[in-house]
């Protein structure tokens, strides 16, 4: 079950959560916890086990339905359990977007989007020169009786 963990952002457990999610750059923290705490469109949940916030995901929901995955991270040691998939699954059964998109310029996390029914869509070099790729789901609408 994901849990709100906006106001919980400034603890250890959090912080530390959300510096696997910006490879560890101190100041890619700093401006995502900036950016949490200012703007309320932002929304950040946890998925909790025994007590324990073992991954989180961040996202904004945008006006055309879609669901932006900002940040998603998992404790190493509860990696390759099916924590994030778990999240963004929880995620469109709670909000029913029209479709989730997330980038990365990390071919391993491309693949794990991939491998959730993701398109991957390159946009070419970033500012560092690293390739960026688009991840878009589009969730299927039920079917009406």
Known sequence: MLTDLK???????????MSYAVAGDPSALEHAALEYQHNSGLELFGWEDDGLVVGLVGFEETEDGSLELRHIAVLPENRGKGYARGMILELMT?????????????????????????MVYSLGDGPNGAEVLRCVYEVEEPEED
């Open 94 to 118: 709670q909000r029913n977007p029209r479709y989730v998109v997330a980038e990365t310029t990390d071919e391993s996390t491309a693949d794990f989007y991939r491998a959730l029914g993701f």
């Open 7 to 17: 106001s919980r952002f400034d603890t250890a457990e959090i912080a530390e959560l």
